[in-house]
């Protein structure tokens, strides 16, 4: 539940601009004519004027509207009645005070400009329709109505509003947690934007969302700052720097941004009889209850939160009612105040699943795990957690597959920005050879004046020539070489990103693997034991669970941390199999375990198939030993057991009903040697029959070489 923007908002082409002279003195002059109009002309004045204040104030644009309506009801005169319900629908939807009533409005001037057969009016009326229909979490509908928008601007070859289009459907898409085909949507605009040739405003907003999204965000805000000077969408683009400028821990600059959106917000609407200072402010207090929350300003983070879900919830915009939710529900959780994060948890999972949005239900799950371990409500807990999990490893892999494709598409953008570099350079070039030219020329002409100079002007011409072209050329030959230089450093950046995703993927499938495995043994121990000794062992199992979410948040732990968790896997083990087999870690004293780094989780699939294929295919007790030596850079990992040996492990696994698939060990395997190839050292791992000196088997030893990584 990071703070983050969708790269489906990154161009809003029919939205917030700041209006220009031009746009005042066209609106001045429609207030002048307005009194001298009549019927149907000064409908249409009327119509003109709300869509002309629609960007500059959003309550002055609906009294115009209004009288429109009423003028136009009074002589029948329906085109002007249909764009006087498109501007109402308009000025309601950006107050956004009652999306209702903005649908009502869309769907009276839908079905007027159908009749009327204006393609235009009709086209607008769709549009606000399906953004109606979307605030309210109306997925199916709205997407509906977007693609047949889709339609008509492909009829009418209109290639703004088509790609603007695609940026409504993924960003919708995206809400509702379908990743998927959110991608899908960013392609088609992509391509389009291409068609384009990559605008200055689009590409500096477009970079800005993906290096936010992979988490560069410093070259975010610098792309940011860059296209908030076309003056062009500025209040997306403030809130996105806003973002990026929150995620790099930079708090006051983020609070600088919020403040002009504030600003900004209240010079296009005053509080009245139905909008409140709160519903006006709305928008920028719910993104500062972020800021507040990091600097552990809970109290103010809670008003902020609670005062902008009474406004959304009152204008019934369910998009936002479900951003605020979670993140109340923290701040409630973060307060110890599990009441009202229970009801707040509990609002969320009913609006999520009403409307299909995944990441919500998702978060809502995980929400709830952690507030009924706080009650210590185990049961119910450890419910919410699976389903948690479950969730997070399907969105888990979709937002991967996503997280490449917005790689590949910075690709592009960097590309189409070396071009444009380098147009610039063949221009700076042109300019220095007519420049040269024009020299030629004119010492050309005066050497034909004055014959007494011609030979040295001549000769003078020539050198200053030959002179121009060796620092042009040194000039180009130097721009080439550093464009190639950064073309190279791009390139390996980009794979290196592209290896820590792999990585990433690789991590999101183990983690719930173990946990899968590690629940269904409890499961089984529950249901064989007493309750007592159950919840006793489900309490240990809760701080092992803990210490995995923990972990898997980074790419590498301390080795004291991988070690803890090993311990708590194996005292489970034992316990399970009523201690059936011992254990004993042994770490080398020249191994420091707190400065040491290793991947989680890294041992125990190791630890696991000694267990399950070795010791507890025996008829007495075994042993099993983890020993952690230092050799030269490389850490040396072995786990030994006393077990069957491999041989007759593999005997038994033939005859047995069930065969046990070791999933968890051949992902262990691909993070190795992922881990080998990302830092270009040694690593494997070594699987050696120990036997007894009769022949019979003796155990299993393996041995695992990574590379040495301190902290």
Known sequence: MACKTSIFYAICFVSIHIPGIAQREELDSLIKILPDTKDSLRVQCLNNIAEQYSDIRYDTAYL??????????????????????????SAVGRTGINIPLMERYSLMAVSMFEGLNDINGYSQSVLWLAHALWAQGKFDLAVDRFNELLKLQRQRNDKDLEQATHVWIGALEEQRGNYAKSVESLKNMLEIEKEKNFPDVNRYTLSGIIYNTVGDYENAIKNFRLAIRARYNVT????????????AGKYDSATICFEKIRQDASSKISPNDSVSENDIQRWPNSRMGEIYFALNKLEDAEQSFTGALASFAKGRDVNQVMWVLPRLAKTYIKRKRYAQALNTSNKLLNVATQTGARQYVRDAHYLLYQIMNALHRNDVAYDHLKKYLGLKEILDQELMSKNIYLLEASAELNKAQSRIDLLNSEKTIQQQEITIAH????????????????????????ALKRKNERQLRKITEKELETQRHEAAKTKAELLHQASELEMQALRAQMNPHFIFNSLNAINRFILQSN???????????????????????????????????LQLYLELEALRFNNKFSFNIVVAPNVDITMVKVPPLLIQPFAENAIWHGLMQKNESGHLDVNIAQQDNHLILRVTDDGVGRKKASEIKSKSATRHKSLGLKITEDRIAMLAASTMTESFITINDLVHPDGSAAGTEVAIKIPLVYD
């Not at 030629?440 to 000769?459: C, H």
């Open 531 to 565: 309750k007592q000794e159950a919840s006793q062992y489900l309490t240990k199992f809760s701080k092992l669970v803990r210490s995995i979410l923990q972990n898997s948040m980074a790419s590498s732990i301390d080795l004291e941390r991988e070690i803890e968790s």
């Open 236 to 247: 997306y683009i403030l809130t996105s720097l806003g973002y990026a400028l929150y995620n």
């Open 64 to 89: 115009y509207a209004i009288r429109a309506l009423d003028e136009g009801k009074k002589i029948n005169y329906k085109s002007g009645i249909a764009y006087a319900y498109s501007n109402l629908a």
């Open 439 to 462: 020299q030629q020329k004119k010492y050309f002409f005066i050497g034909s004046a004055l014959a007494i100079l011609v030979v040295l002007g001549l000769f003078r011409t020539i």
